[in-house]
């Protein structure tokens, strides 16, 4: 497996974005210069982050998420 990391990446299973392999590898985001652990995706090209909001779901049982814009820079947290 590569060390490169796609352009756009979500946690969703039902996402086309989505890749478990890479996800069990560990995939950690810097937006801004600052840690975050609650990313649900991420989109490096078009700048932006979508976070959950706490702990409320939307009325299909989802993270209730808001995106934000920024400097985003993912990276593998654990090597091959």
């Given at each position: 497996m590569t060390d490169t990391l796609p352009d756009r990446?979500?946690?969703n299973p039902k996402s086309p974005h989505y890749d478990e392999a890479l996800l069990q590898r560990g995939v950690g985001i810097k937006f801004d210069g600052q840690e975050k652990t609650n990313v649900e995706e991420y989109c490096v090209s078009e700048g932006w982050i979508r976070?959950?909001?706490?702990k409320t779901m939307d009325r299909h049982g989802n993270p209730l998420t808001v995106k934000l814009k920024g400097k985003v820079e993912p990276y593998l947290e654990k090597k091959a």
């Open positions: 990446l979500s946690t976070v959950a909001v706490g």
